[in-house]
Structure formats: structure tokens, C-alpha cells
T-cell receptor, first 111, second 111 residues
Framework: DTAVSQTPKYLVTQMGNDKSIKCEQN?????MYWYKQDSKKFLKIMFS???????INETVPNRFSPKSPDKAHLNLHINSLELGDSAVYFC??????????FGAGSRLTVL | SQELEQSPQSLIVQEGKNLTINCTSS?????LYWYKQKYGEGLIFLMM?????EEKSHEKITAKLDEKKQQSSLHITASQPSHAGIYLC???????????FGTGTRLQVTL
């Protein structure tokens, strides 16, 4: 079983559409994150959830809305997609010591 | 400017050669983490350094933390093709549950 699984792995969509990326973990850790990696491979934190509560929101546009229905899931919904949203989005799980376990990433391409 | 700067940005070394990657923080470090990303995959945790002067090794990779200089270095001895990838340092700069990543160093190992 994969500890952190993201779906879909690839997503190609048109500008203006709404899409979601899902993340599921089976490690039982309380802290979950969404990171965005741009074309230059720079990795930036977007959101952090602890036990279903939002802890960090790094000035991400409100078109991005994370949802944590339970401790094992943290989904990312994006409204009105823009070209600049094209990136690889990583879900990560924290063990409490900043040692993160990452998912394989979801590559989003907005045309 | 970024909180965490890595140098070099990219590196091509011949198999068997040694190399060093540096990570410099503009803020006080409370912990420094090294991760590796293989192309098209998520990040894998390598090592965590929390005390000034601390040095850790795993197989042929050694990392050191100079707390006063707010710097860390990652040294690979006798590089192999399996070492190829993107190395990212991550820093705990005092905000709970937040790991900030560096600009990344892309390593290629040639035969």
C-alpha cells in the first residue's frame, strides 16, 4: 500500500474549469499539506491541516479551497483555473518533526 | 529573495567524483532537512539536522549544519548514477508545522 496516494497523477484542462485533486494517507498522522512545485522546481507550501483543521494558508488565492473530510484525506479544489496554476501539486504528511512523506505528485496543465 | 538559497543550481559530475551542495538560510534555523526528488516523483526524506555542528551520514551522503552561519552542506562521496535527482533543503524557521524549501539543486551523474 502506498503511504500517500494522490489522484489523478496527470490532469489537463481548459482555463476557467474547476478541478479537484485528491490525497489519501494511511500513516495515521495528523498533519497534511499541499505544496506547489512550479516549472523551475521551486516547492512552496500552500496549506497545512492538522486533524482536519486549517493551520497554514500561505496567501493562496481563494480559488484554491482545501477540504479535509477526515484525518486520512485532504483534497484540493481549484475554481476558475488559470494558466499560472499549471504546476505539480504535492500532498505531504507530517509526523510532527517536519519529516514529511510526500505523494508522487499531480501534474496539472491548464491550456 | 528566497529564504533558502541553494548552490549550485545544477551540477553535472562524472561517476565516482565527490560533490557538495550548499544551503543558506536568511533566517535562524531551528532544523534543517535534506530531501531528494527523482525526476517525476515525490520527495524522499534523507536527513534531519537540528543542532549546530551536527553531522549525519547515510551511505555515501553526509550532511552538516553550521547553525551560526545558517548554512548546511550535503556532500556525496564517489557519486553514482543512482544519486542523480533534485536535492532540496528544507528549513524549520520557527513557524509550527511549516517546512520551507530551498531553490533546489539538480544533480546529473555521467558515466
Amino acid at each position: 500500500d502506498t503511504a500517500v496516494s494522490q489522484t489523478p497523477k496527470y490532469l489537463v484542462t481548459q482555463m476557467g474549469n474547476d478541478k479537484s485533486i485528491k490525497c489519501e494517507q494511511n500513516l495515521g498522522h495528523d498533519t497534511m499539506y499541499w505544496y506547489k512545485q512550479d516549472s523551475k522546481k521551486f516547492l512552496k507550501i500552500m496549506f497545512s491541516y492538522n486533524n482536519k483543521e486549517l493551520i497554514i494558508n500561505e496567501t493562496v488565492p481563494n480559488r484554491f479551497s482545501p477540504k479535509s473530510p477526515d484525518k486520512a484525506h485532504l483534497n484540493l479544489h481549484i475554481n476558475s483555473l488559470e494558466l499560472g496554476d499549471s504546476a505539480v501539486y504535492f500532498c505531504a504528511i507530517g509526523s510532527g518533526a517536519n519529516v514529511l512523506t510526500f505523494g508522487a505528485g499531480s501534474r496539472l496543465t491548464v491550456l | 529573495s528566497q529564504e533558502l538559497e541553494q548552490s549550485p543550481q545544477s551540477l553535472i559530475v562524472q561517476e565516482g567524483k565527490n560533490l557538495t551542495i550548499n544551503c543558506t538560510s536568511s533566517k535562524t534555523l531551528y532544523g534543517l532537512y535534506w530531501y531528494k526528488q527523482k525526476y517525476g516523483e515525490g520527495l524522499i526524506f534523507l536527513m534531519m539536522l537540528q543542532k549546530g555542528g551536527e553531522e549525519k551520514s547515510h551511505e555515501k551522503i553526509t550532511a552538516k549544519l553550521d547553525e551560526k552561519k545558517q548554512q548546511s552542506s550535503l556532500h556525496i562521496t564517489a557519486s553514482q548514477p543512482s544519486h542523480a535527482g533534485i536535492y532540496l533543503c528544507g528549513a524549520d524557521t520557527g513557524t509550527a508545522s511549516k517546512l520551507t524549501f530551498g531553490t533546489g539543486t539538480r544533480l546529473q551523474v555521467t558515466l
